[in-house]
């Protein structure tokens, strides 16, 4: 009898029972997938402006929560720290939101915009490499423009002119970044096109104080210099401190991380839910068969093992046509998105979803098991 694959039998003796319940534990493991991949994408996008700028310390204001709401402070903070040792070069850096007009539909939408010094060499992105950069962003009124922005915004034709702030604007070139959660499109211009545009502000407020170090220097350390010797008005983070500070505040404060870890916990649930409903209906069924294994000698472990296995085989059923959904709607998020929200599947998020949906099963069979175990042969065959 023990080699009998008794919880196969059980399973596929109902066909469209089985079907549901892979259905179910398929549509759990998809919700778990989806949740988790806007997660990872909610942290992919605060660490993404990071990981493009040419610097390993930041310098920033006390009231600043992330990177498209920053406070400013003064610039003189950044020169105080240009004289500290291992300090190669030091940039300024700003940032605000600025109204922009779609040239086709006369819509207006909020467009993230980045000012720097056209002489710094700030980002990383291959098309800011280029000399030709450089002169764009000093012609008066010339933006550059990420291709990864949304539809919405209209055309990014070079050369395009359109309304931005209420100033004319001409588009000089694009680059590729992606705004991510904080902004649906990003923009970079000079310094003075950024005064212009925002004026009354004035340049000696930034946003971010861009540190580069000189090859070798140690950054927790410039970083531990640095905290010491300015006033309490900035606050200095290595790279690794400001995206985890930046991750941190999207996960933890706002509601968005909240919905998505919520949206995993009751993912959990709802499967764990339909596989107890299908299994206790399934033992249900068969409660004479146990019955009468349970008559003939076999112990309450046997039963025990026959229901995990069920529960077992539901999870390994269900996860592979899970998994599959993830991977196409990963795909159709990151196409829909044009790529700004970069949804993606990694083996860690692959094993991990594939413990919890074991976990999940294996703790509706545990629930219903008592259904089985509780059967008494003089009960069932009165």
């Known amino acids: 009898m023990g080699r009998i694959p008794l919880a196969w039998f059980n399973l596929v003796n109902e066909r469209t029972r089985l079907l549901v319940a892979v259905a179910g534990v398929a549509f759990a493991v998809l919700l778990i997938f989806m949740n988790l991949g806007f997660l990872g994408a909610l942290t992919t996008t605060a660490s993404t402006i990071y990981s493009q700028i040419d610097a390993e310390v930041f310098l920033s204001s006390p009231q600043s929560l992330e990177i498209s709401s920053t406070r400013v402070f003064p610039r003189e903070r950044l020169y105080q720290a240009a004289g500290v040792e291992g300090v190669d070069r030091v940039m300024p850096f700003y940032s605000e939101y600025l109204l922009w007009r779609n040239p086709e539909t006369g819509n207006s939408r909020a467009m993230f915009v980045y000012g720097i010094n056209p002489r710094d060499p700030v980002f990383l992105m291959p098309e800011l490499q280029e000399p030709t950069a450089r002169e764009i962003l000093r012609r008066p009124n010339t933006v550059l423009i990420d291709s990864l922005s949304r539809p919405e915004f209209g055309p990014q034709t070079t050369g395009l002119e359109t309304e931005a702030g209420q100033r004319q604007v001409v588009i000089g070139g694009q680059y590729t970044l992606g705004g991510g959660f904080a902004a649906d499109g990003t923009l970079i211009m000079g310094d003075q096109n950024f005064r212009r545009f925002f ?164 703790l509706s069979g545990l629930i219903s098991v008592r259904r089985a175990t509780s059967a008494d042969p003089a009960d069932v065959f009165s």
């Not at 210099?225 to 995206?243: C, G, N």
């Open 199 to 362: 004026a009354p502000r004035p340049l000696n407020q930034i946003n971010l104080g861009l540190i580069k170090l000189a090859p070798g220097a140690n950054p927790d350390r410039v970083a531990d210099t640095l905290r010491s010797q300015l006033p309490q008005d900035v606050q200095v983070f290595t790279k690794a401190e400001i995206i985890a500070n930046d991750e941190r505040f999207w996960l933890q404060t706002t509601s968005i991380g909240f919905i998505f870890g919520l949206g995993v916990v009751v993912s959990f649930v709802v499967g764990t839910v339909i596989v107890y409903q299908i299994l206790y209906t399934d033992i249900r069924d068969h409660l004479p068969e146990y019955a009468t294994l349970k008559a003939m000698g076999y112990r309450n472990y046997y039963l025990f093992q026959v229901v995990l296995q069920e529960a077992l085989l539901l999870a390994g059923l269900g996860y592979i046509p899970g998994l599959l959904t993830a991977l196409l709607l990963y795909d159709l998020t990151v196409n829909a998105t044009a790529g700004s929200l970069p949804v993606s599947m990694n083996w860690g998020r692959m094993i991990f979803v594939m413990i919890l949906t074991f976990a999940m099963c294996s």
